[in-house]
């Protein structure tokens, strides 16, 4: 039985020909029928360097693992993961990607996988649990302020173990916005015309499902944001490579646990945690790799001597 006869390929078409084709995850079903085509695509790399940082990373066995994944367009992570037995809650705010989710998920028999359809800005603890795992790929950018930084503060509120955030930054801080008591930087960017209408919105997979436009943190921001909320450590991921990775793109890991306190220089367990600065430099802002500029070591010598430089 090839391609064109199994009824895995005439049930995809039927897919098809009612949700339009498949935009981004490419999913082999059988052993002739893919969701694009029998070569990988762009995100078959990311999966391959997301399921590396959950393999490294993960804290129990995979079918004890309690998986999450934020706006999971067409599944493949979600389906990754419950087919190494994990228990996955995936929610997808647009009914053409659930389906074929769905349909996915029948066709691999990843029973494992829960496929919602819902707004990804509903989530909380009390709705949908706590998870070991949680995947934050490629929507934190589609999110407009305040909803971007609710968003992660309820990440941290669901988050029993790590959270891996695959998303775009702002490269200047343009604009200002204020959260809970804190200021943190970025720029908007527009999603939708102003007059589209709903029907037009979820049209497009690969934008917001309504707000017309969204606000970028740059990384200094996205890193104090996280710490705000629950992760005490942060790694940028750069291997297994994605050398197509533009500039402006983040493989973050988040974990959360508890904050270190220190037996050799406890005076410094009274100091209040650092912050990334957004500050000038003469090429433009510093990035946050460079650290935090001879001024600040200054301040933190003089506080731990106790004489201020």
Not at 25 to 48: A, C, F, M, V
Request: glycine share 8%; charged share 30%; net charge neutral.
């Amino acid at each position: 039985m090839d391609a064109m006869t199994s009824p895995i390929a005439e049930r995809m078409r039927a897919i098809v020909e009612h949700h339009g084709p498949w935009t981004a995850h490419n999913i082999q079903l059988d052993e002739h029928t893919w969701t694009i085509g029998p070569e990988p695509t762009y995100d078959s790399l990311k999966l391959r360097r997301v399921m590396q940082i959950v393999s490294d990373n993960m804290r129990r066995p995979w079918p004890e693992l309690r998986a999450l994944d934020l706006a999971c367009l067409e599944g493949q992570y979600a389906l990754e993961l419950a087919r190494r037995g994990a228990q996955v809650v995936a929610l997808e705010g647009r009914e053409m990607n659930i389906e074929k989710a769905r349909f996915a998920r029948e066709a691999l028999g990843a029973d494992r996988a829960d496929f919602r359809q819902e707004d990804v800005r509903g989530l909380s603890a009390a709705r949908h649990g706590r998870f070991d795992v949680v995947l934050c790929l490629g929507i934190l950018y589609h999110l407009d302020a305040p909803d971007v930084f609710e968003f992660v503060r309820r990440i941290g509120e669901v988050c029993d173990g790590f959270a891996v955030f695959d998303t775009h930054v702002s490269m200047t801080p343009r604009e200002r916005r204020e959260f809970g008591g804190r200021t943190y930087c970025g720029e908007s960017w527009t999603e939708h015309r102003a007059d589209a209408n709903e029907a037009e919105r979820l049209r497009k997979p690969w934008l917001s499902l309504d707000n017309p436009t969204s606000f970028k943190p740059t990384r200094a921001s996205l890193f104090n944001l996280l710490s705000h909320h629950g992760f005490t450590s942060v790694y940028e991921c750069q291997m297994p490579a994605e050398p197509a990775k533009p500039s402006d793109r983040l493989t973050l890991l988040a974990l959360r646990g508890t904050p270190v306190e220190l037996n050799v220089m406890p005076r410094v367990n009274a100091m209040p945690l650092e912050e990334w600065p957004e500050r000038p430099t003469r090429g433009g802002l510093r990035p946050p790799h460079m650290g935090p500029g001879p001024s600040l070591i200054r301040r933190l010598t003089g506080a731990l001597t106790g004489r201020d430089r």
